[in-house]
């Protein structure tokens, strides 16, 4: 086993756990994922309501705006969440 005593000569001490790093550093990729491909959405959900409005058609990519805006906010609720229990 382990002894947790560094002052004694040839003891060995157990490893570094380097998880809350690759946790926090995960979560900040999908973070800034999440972020890029919202910005898409929602600039795809402004064409398709140009174009219907255009066409004479109802709006419903401004509707399907509030959805991406809901499922950005969802998903950074459950990674700051994530995070705060991981302790990054």
């Known amino acids: 086993m382990f002894r947790m ?3 004694v000569p040839g003891a060995k001490t157990a490893p570094d756990s380097n998880i809350g790093n ?3 550093t995960l979560f900040g990729y999908a973070g800034w994922a999440v972020a890029v491909i919202a910005c898409f959405a929602l600039l795809g959900c402004a064409v ?3 174009s219907q409005h255009r066409q004479g ?3 419903e990519g401004v509707a399907k705006a509030g ?3 809901g499922g950005v ?3 950074g609720m459950i990674v700051g969440v ?3 229990i991981s302790g990054t």
């Open 5 to 7: 005593d560094p002052f």
């Open 22 to 24: 690759t946790i926090g």
């Open 57 to 59: 058609q109802s709006n």
């Open 67 to 69: 959805w991406v805006v």
């Open 82 to 84: 994530v995070g705060t």
């Open 73 to 75: 906010m969802a998903v």
């Open 48 to 50: 398709m309501a140009w």
